[in-house]
């Protein structure tokens, strides 16, 4: 069960890692779906589950899983 809820929470931050590049846009017709963008929030979600994994190791007990 905590992997799941694991999980949820690191698609919830991607999806607002990814909402939140677009912050500084200044008409809804700027806005556009970015490869680059998508890899971006990945690039910041991807280290933050690793320090999650690290930080809350009494959590998340199954090595393998890890």
Known sequence: ?????????LIISFVVMY???FLNV????HIYLSLTRFY???LMTAPMAVIMI???DKMYTNKKLN
Do not use: E, G, Q
């Open 26 to 29: 200044d008409d809804i017709s």
């Open 19 to 21: 909402s939140v590049m």
């Open 54 to 56: 690290l930080m809350m």
């Open 1 to 9: 069960m905590n992997y799941r809820t694991f999980l949820v929470m």
């Open 40 to 42: 971006m929030a990945i």
